[in-house]
C-alpha cells in the first residue's frame, strides 16, 4: 500500500474527503446485484426518486408498512393479527387499510368454528376494524363465506364485502353487503346487473368511489352501483370478450374519481396469473395498457416471450403515479430473465403502452427497500399476498 504524503496544512481535509471516496464506493447497497441489489443514488435522502409515502402489504399473519422515501419496512400495526383476538388455529388473515392508512379493516376467515350447527354453515368469518396501535376499535362475526378485500369506504363511514357460496358457477350465489362502521346493515342483496349481463365468473374485488359508488369486475366486464346499492351499472368490457379465459378484475378507482386501473386478465391458473394493468375513464371510454413487459434476449441469442404477470396496482395519493407489483406472489411464476423479478414500479399515470425497465425510462421508478433484507436495499418485493395499497 502506498504512503500519502498529506502536509499539516491539509492533512485533516485530504483524510475527510479520501474517506468518502472509500466509503461512497462500498458497501452492499452500492452493488448492483442480481439477486435484486441496488444502487446508491438518491435523491435529497430519498431512496426512490423523490416519491413519498407508503405502501401496505400483507404478510402470513401481519401487515407492513415500507416507507418509499427511506424503503424501510415496518410492522403495522405493532402486533400480529392473532393477537386481536382469540382464534382457531386455521384461522388465516387479510387486511386493508383505510385511506389514509390509520385504520385496518382486517377479515379473519374461519375465525370461528361451531359443529354444534346442523345447518351446514359451522364456520365462521370475522370483520374487525383495528387502529395503528392494534386496538380493535369494532368486531361482527359473519358465516363463512366473506371474500378478501373488504374494504372501508373513503370517508371511513361505511364497510363493503362480498359473500359468495360458489363464485365459479355460471350464476353465482353472489352478495354486496354494506354496513355502517357499528356494523348495522344498510343494504345486502345479490349482485344485480343491467340486462344481458346475468352470467360469468364474479371476482370479489371491487373499490369504492369519493361517492360511496362501487366499482367491480364481473366476468369480463366493469360495472358501477349507485350509492350503497347492488344494482350495477355496466362500464365497460374487454375486446376480447369472446375467449373464456379473458377477464378483468382488481379494479381500483383514482383518488380524484375520474379514472379506473385494473387488470385484464389473458391467463390464470394455480401456478401463473398473466395480465396487464389497463386504465380508463370513470365512464369506460379511452381504456388502454398501462405498461408490459418487454421481450428479453436469452443466453443462446434468442428472443424469449416474457410473462405479462402483473399480481396488483395502486395509485398514489396524488394520483400521479400507479404502483404495479410485477412477478407472483408465493406458486407463481414470474416474468423477466431467470424468472429474477418480483418488484414494484411506479409508472406515471398518464402512462400509454410504454415498456417495464429499471433505467428510469418514461419516468418509470424501480422502487427499491429494506422489505426482502433488512440489512440492505434490494429491488426484490415479495409479500405474502398480492394485495398493495398506496397511503400517505
Given amino acids: 500500500m502506498k504512503d500519502i504524503y498529506c502536509s499539516k496544512k491539509y492533512l485533516f481535509l485530504i483524510c475527510i474527503i479520501s474517506l468518502l471516496v472509500i466509503s461512497c464506493g462500498g458497501g452492499s447497497a452500492g452493488d448492483v446485484r442480481n439477486d435484486g441489489g441496488n444502487t446508491d443514488d438518491t435523491t435529497d435522502g430519498n431512496v426512490n426518486g423523490g416519491l413519498t409515502g407508503r405502501i401496505f402489504v400483507n404478510n402470513e399473519n401481519s401487515g407492513v408498512m415500507v416507507d418509499i422515501s427511506t424503503g424501510r419496512a415496518t410492522q403495522m400495526p405493532s402486533i400480529n393479527w392473532e393477537q386481536t383476538g382469540d382464534y382457531n388455529a386455521s384461522t388465516s388473515f387479510s387486511a386493508v387499510p383505510n385511506k389514509t392508512g390509520t385504520l385496518f379493516l382486517l377479515t379473519a376467515f374461519n375465525c370461528e368454528y361451531h359443529p354444534e350447527d346442523n345447518s351446514g354453515f359451522r364456520e365462521r368469518d370475522c370483520l374487525l376494524i383495528v387502529d395503528i396501535k392494534g386496538n380493535v376499535v369494532k368486531r361482527q362475526v359473519y358465516s363463512g363465506g366473506i371474500g378478501e378485500g373488504s374494504k ?188 429474477a423479478s418480483n418488484s414494484l414500479y411506479a409508472v406515471p399515470s398518464e402512462s400509454r403502452d410504454v415498456p417495464l425497465n429499471e433505467n428510469g425510462e418514461h419516468g418509470i421508478v424501480h422502487i427499491r427497500s429494506y422489505f426482502f433484507d433488512s440489512s440492505r436495499l434490494t429491488f426484490h418485493f415479495e409479500p405474502y399476498s398480492g394485495e398493495i395499497k398506496w397511503v400517505p
Fill in 152 to 339: 372501508l369506504s373513503n370517508d371511513d363511514e361505511y364497510i363493503a364485502f362480498m359473500y359468495m357460496d360458489e363464485p365459479h358457477d355460471s350464476s353465482p350465489n353472489a352478495e354486496l353487503h354494506i354496513v355502517d362502521k357499528e356494523f348495522q346493515q344498510i343494504t345486502g342483496s345479490f349482485i344485480k346487473h343491467s340486462s344481458g349481463y346475468n352470467s360469468g365468473l364474479l371476482w370479489r374485488n371491487f373499490d369504492w368511489t369519493n361517492d360511496n359508488e362501487i366499482v367491480y369486475g364481473y366476468d369480463d366486464s366493469i360495472f358501477i352501483t349507485p350509492a350503497y346499492n347492488s344494482l350495477g351499472s355496466h362500464i365497460y368490457t374487454i375486446p376480447t370478450a369472446d375467449n373464456n379465459d379473458h377477464f378483468v378484475t382488481n379494479p381500483v378507482v383514482s383518488p380524484d374519481g375520474t379514472k379506473i386501473a385494473f387488470r385484464y386478465m389473458t391467463d390464470s391458473n394455480y401456478s401463473i396469473k398473466q395480465g396487464n394493468v389497463w386504465v380508463m375513464n370513470i365512464d369506460g371510454t379511452d381504456p388502454h395498457r398501462l405498461v408490459y413487459t418487454p421481450n428479453y434476449e436469452a443466453e443462446d441469442g434468442s428472443t424469449v416471450v416474457a410473462y405479462q404477470v402483473y399480481n396488483d396496482h395502486a395509485w398514489s395519493p396524488d394520483g400521479k403515479y400507479i404502483m404495479v407489483m410485477e412477478g407472483g406472489t408465493s406458486g407463481d411464476l414470474v416474468s423477466g430473465p431467470d424468472g
